[in-house]
């Protein structure tokens, strides 16, 4: 039985390894703008080089949100040079600028409602505001230096606004933007309406430089310089934390399921470990996450039933996707429910988000993973019942059965205290989020027909 194991191991191990050299070319292709790198689909700048990072057919890594596009730069302002963008609001639920350190860590969020505006244009994100004004030019200062306030985004905080955000650099001088849409409006197109910002540089002389120019002199074609590990767990070690010996059925997933909130990467592997710090940094366990969300995570597995559900009271939200004409308001910004491969793949399988999620008449959502080959005939919209599929490999390089569930809330407002922006440790989960904190179980496909009959049927 342990030959075996071993063999099983050492074959998974050098597809995963392979896997990994294929993410390491796609990287390299994209920063050196080789013919690869421009055959990728998705608009791109001179500045915002890498991305766009989304599902497929997009840039597949680091759990992006099947509803959003994310754009990264990498870049150095010159000594005695200064930097910003140039840019207008996007037609869409959500944007932000925040930035990054070498581990993929963030350092400042600076969101949407928080952006002042250019004098004659309006900031379409603050509640009450036009959404279709055409004037809705923005002026960002890019700095190189640390923030002076430890801004975690977690909350909307009213009247706060600034025309900076802070990128300090790291190894030689690097520093990184990441440039994120939300829930384009229908029919807005990759960058919801609105063009990529624009890079304007002052040179110590005076001189001011845009587009090429700007991004020549930022040396924006330089290679990103971050850990790899920021993208994922090295494969070898997820291998060992999730092959395990004497371990239940489909560990580290239960049922019901147990989730975690984010914190430190140490904690993010404690889900297998148990070795989980309470004290640490919140949203420094993901893989270039935004400031602006807080998550709950789960591994599930189908060795415990082929068909995993998750059922809980929906937060309220503005509705955004057909273009209404206000920015309305909510218990939060935005929320999801995302499927995922595991920590050392980190692509998203897919994902459902707030105003596509059927909610019943009194206030609640049910939502099931499976496999597309295992989905319930009444899983559908039309029946009242979100679906998300499993990945047919799985996490995609150990185990064919185990995926990851997550859940975002984005700038939950003060007053909704069962947000997840609200829990410090994982024990608190349940008692904090009351009525919104997922209820789960495992099933198989006909007992779940059986169960939860078609509401229009």
């Given at each position: 039985m342990k030959k075996l194991r071993n063999h099983h191991r050492s074959k998974k191990m050098a597809t995963s390894l392979s896997l990994l050299m294929m993410l390491s070319g796609l990287i390299a292709s994209q920063a050196s703008a080789t013919e690869g790198f421009e055959s990728l689909p998705g608009e791109r700048s001179c500045l915002f080089r890498y991305g766009p990072v989304s599902a497929d057919p997009y840039i597949n890594v680091a759990y992006p949100d099947a509803a959003v596009k994310y754009w990264g730069a990498a870049f150095s302002i010159p000594k005695g040079a200064k930097m910003h963008l140039e840019g207008e609001f996007p037609y869409s639920r959500y944007m932000s600028l925040i930035s990054y350190d070498e581990g993929g860590r963030p350092v400042q969020s600076l969101p949407d409602y928080a952006i002042k505006p250019l004098e004659g244009s309006d900031n379409p994100y603050r509640v009450g505001n036009s959404r279709d004004n055409e004037q809705r030019s923005y002026y960002v200062k890019v700095r190189d230096a640390k923030p002076s306030e430890d801004y975690t985004g977690a909350l909307?905080?009213?009247?706060?606004?600034?025309?900076?955000?802070?990128?300090?650099?790291?190894?030689?001088?690097?520093?990184?933007?990441?440039?994120?849409?939300?829930?384009?409006?229908?029919?807005?197109?990759?960058?919801?309406?609105?063009?990529?910002?624009?890079?304007?540089?002052?040179?110590?002389?005076?001189?001011?430089?845009?587009?090429?120019?700007?991004?020549?002199?930022?040396?924006?074609?330089?290679?990103?310089?971050?850990?790899?590990?920021?993208?994922?767990?090295?494969?070898?070690?997820?291998?060992?934390?999730?092959?395990?010996?004497?371990?239940?059925?489909?560990?580290?997933?239960?049922?019901?399921?147990?989730?975690?909130?984010?914190?430190?990467?140490?904690?993010?592997?404690?889900?297998?470990?148990?070795?989980?710090?309470?004290?640490?940094?919140?949203?420094?366990?993901?893989?270039?996450?935004?400031?602006?969300?807080?998550?709950?995570?789960?591994?599930?597995?189908?060795?415990?039933?082929?068909?995993?559900?998750?059922?809980?009271?929906?937060?309220?939200?503005?509705?955004?996707?057909?273009?209404?004409?206000?920015?309305?308001?909510?218990d939060l910004r935005y929320w999801s429910v995302c499927s995922n491969k595991g920590f050392a793949n980190t692509r998203v399988n897919d994902c459902l988000y707030d105003e596509h999620i059927p909610v019943d008449q009194n206030g609640y959502f049910t939502v099931v993973v499976s496999r597309e080959s295992d989905r319930p005939r009444n899983a559908f919209p039309e029946c009242g019942i979100g679906w998300i599929p499993m990945a047919d490999d799985g996490d995609g390089v150990f185990d064919e059965d185990a995926s990851i569930v997550q859940i975002r809330h984005m700038l939950a407002k003060p007053e909704f205290r069962q947000a997840i922006q609200n829990i410090y440790q994982d024990k608190d989960i349940p008692s904090v989020m009351g009525e919104y904190f997922p209820k789960t179980f495992y099933t198989t496909t006909s007992k779940f027909e059986l169960f939860f009959p078609c509401s229009n049927n």
């Open positions: 909307v905080r009213d009247g706060f606004e600034s025309d900076v955000i802070h990128a300090p650099s790291y190894a030689n001088g690097q520093q990184v933007l990441i440039y994120r849409i939300y829930a384009q409006d229908q029919n807005t197109g990759e960058t919801a309406g609105s063009p990529l910002p624009t890079p304007v540089v002052t040179l110590a002389d005076g001189k001011e430089l845009r587009g090429q120019d700007a991004c020549d002199a930022l040396n924006a074609k330089q290679m990103l310089r971050a850990n790899f590990s920021a993208l994922g767990i090295p494969v070898a070690q997820y291998i060992e934390l999730a092959d395990q010996p004497d371990k239940p059925l489909g560990f580290p997933a239960t049922n019901p399921a147990k989730w975690h909130i984010q914190l430190d990467r140490k904690s993010l592997l404690g889900i297998f470990t148990g070795d989980i710090d309470p004290n640490s940094r919140r949203s420094e366990g993901g893989f270039y996450p935004n400031l602006d969300n807080n998550y709950i995570r789960t591994v599930v597995n189908r060795k415990l039933g082929p068909v995993f559900v998750l059922r809980a009271k929906a937060p309220t939200t503005p509705k955004t996707f057909n273009g209404d004409k206000t920015m309305g308001t909510g």
